[in-house]
């Protein structure tokens, strides 16, 4: 399970090595679950979380040459097991940990939400410490199983002298992505993490982290939780307001809307999001494209023009998990629209 505040599952265990008469720096691992944690279950012939981080590290005796490992053992789940106050939960204990003598954090993590995670941590933690997230495609009962090679690669990377104030990172099959811009692009490939319109920001090759660039601006909301009220709508043609309507009168306090191209919707749409507006529910706008910035190009009715016109908030290329966690940040932070407002306008893009 992962961490809550009645029972926490946190086993620290300290492995101490010298090279060439110098202490090797010191990494914490927390493992929070994930692909990279199981294995197949025989009777369901389905894979199951079923690793310690410990069990993890005796697949890769290698590691103690690169750093000082500890240990945390946050917990062993699913990442579609997350919820806003484990995600919190999950920040504070990172939190902690880099307070500390550390060089940096790794933490391992379900695929399937990580880069929401990432992004979420990126958001909220201001530490020039390198934090780097990573996972496996494959568990351990499949041939060419990942996590050891990505624990690896991230370690490697977290020890890196240059991979310091470059925010939260992902690094995966030897590639390193920054937070805001990486998506799980394929449901089964090893290669699966990408930033579809920057690239990654740097590689890790025969044992060391090479960076391509730096991140220039990042947005920083000191909070330590997240309004949970947030909902996300992907966009389709012929959609009507009832969703709308329903999610405003159930108590959501923001939802995020993937409209199609530059940022359109239906325009029986429209005329919900504009009750929501009415209603004091944020609306911010990202497109279902999984490249380009959303634009007030069209003045029709659900055009983007329009959505500007009624109080639409535009939200960049973010993509429409990210708008939603930061969404949730901007939210905790602030219920005033105009600061909510200058926070995705600082969006990087």
Request: glycine share 8%; with cysteine; aromatic share 8%.
């Amino acid at each position: 399970m992962y961490y809550n505040e009645s029972k926490k599952i946190n086993i620290s265990i300290t492995v101490n090595y010298f090279l060439g008469g110098f202490a090797l720096e010191k990494i914490v691992i927390i493992f929070t679950g994930g692909t990279i944690s199981m294995k197949n279950d025989p009777n369901l012939n389905a894979a199951i979380p079923s690793l310690s981080g410990k069990d993890i590290l005796k697949m890769v005796p290698n590691i103690k040459e690169i750093a000082q490992i500890e240990i945390i053992q946050f917990g062993n789940s699913p990442s579609p097991h997350l919820t806003p106050e484990l995600l919190v939960n999950l920040r504070r204990e990172v939190e902690n940990v880099i307070k500390q003598q550390v060089k940096g954090v790794v933490i391992t993590h379900g695929t399937d939400t990580l880069e929401e995670t990432a992004y979420f941590l990126d958001l909220t933690i201001n530490s020039e410490k390198p934090i780097v997230l990573t996972g496996a495609m494959k568990n351990s009962s499949e041939v060419g199983y990942d996590g050891p090679n990505n624990l690896i690669a991230s370690v490697i990377t977290a020890s890196s002298e240059k991979a310091k104030n470059k925010g939260v990172l992902v690094a995966f099959n030897n590639e390193i992505h920054a937070a805001r811009d990486v998506t799980k692009t394929h449901t089964s490939s090893i290669d699966t993490f990408k930033s579809l319109e920057t690239g990654p920001i740097g590689v890790v090759d025969n044992n060391k982290a090479y960076f391509y660039r730096n991140i220039e601006t990042r947005n920083y909301i000191p909070v330590d939780h997240l309004e949970p009220r947030v909902s996300l709508l992907k966009v389709a043609f012929g959609m009507e307001d009832k969703i709308i309507r329903f999610l405003v009168d159930s108590g959501e306090k923001g939802i995020v809307i993937e409209g199609t191209g530059r940022g359109n919707v239906p325009p029986k749409l429209a005329e919900g999001i504009e009750y929501a507006i009415s209603k004091g529910v944020i609306v911010v706008l990202v497109s279902r494209c999984p490249m380009g910035r959303v634009d007030a190009s069209y003045g029709y009715k659900g055009g983007g023009k329009h959505l500007e016109s009624l109080g639409v908030i535009f939200g960049g290329n973010l993509s429409g998990q990210k708008a939603r966690i930061k969404l949730m940040a901007a939210l905790a932070y602030s219920n005033n629209y105009n600061e909510i407002k200058k926070l995705f306008e600082e969006e990087k893009t």
